[in-house]
């Protein structure tokens, strides 16, 4: 074979790779500055998508007396609460959010998530760590997440407590 050839194949595939690495540090870069940049403001689409509820109708099999029931989550116009609240990078956040809203927490477990959310608050490295984290597991591909979450083949998992 041809070593000018073989040469070229090397080249082509280095100029391939180089610009695919520096595309990735771009794309994670831009990503970055929007979540810093959207901090403290409000979604700009925070509707919830077709597979959101998923997560919840699972849990609904164990609903208890506090839960928000449709036609109350209906009366309140909670799609509208919740696309207001959205800022999840995910779909399992997005999942996790839409589920919490159905079921309110007790005063200690909301004081224990007021005292995260202040502390991700005041250390944004951490926070846009954890955003970036969960950004990479994505909101389109993210699907039904919920399925294999509670799936029977994984009996070590239990509904979380919301």
Same mark, same amino acid.
């Given at each position: 074979m041809d070593w000018s050839l073989i040469a070229l194949l090397a080249g082509v595939t280095a100029l391939l790779a180089a610009y695919t690495f520096w595309d990735a540090r771009r794309r994670r870069a831009a990503l970055?500055?929007?979540i810093v940049r959207s901090f403290g403001q409000a979604p700009e689409?925070?509707?919830p998508r077709k597979l959101t509820g998923a997560w919840w109708q699972r849990l609904a099999d164990n609903a208890g007396p506090a839960d928000v029931d449709e036609r109350t989550w209906q009366d309140l116009d909670m799609d509208e609460v919740f696309a207001r609240l959205n800022i999840c990078q995910s779909a399992v956040g997005e999942g996790y959010l839409y589920a919490a809203l159905h079921r309110p927490l007790a005063p200690a477990d909301a004081a224990r998530r007021q %005292? #995260?959310?202040q502390?991700?608050?005041a250390h944004e490295e951490a926070r846009v760590a954890a955003?970036? %984290? #969960?950004a990479a597991t994505g909101r389109?591909?993210?699907g039904d997440f919920s399925r294999l979450l509670f799936s029977t083949q994984f009996a070590v998992l239990k509904a979380p407590a919301l």
């Open positions: 970055r500055r929007r689409d925070g509707a %005292a #995260l959310a502390a991700l608050a955003q970036l %984290a #969960l389109k591909r993210g």
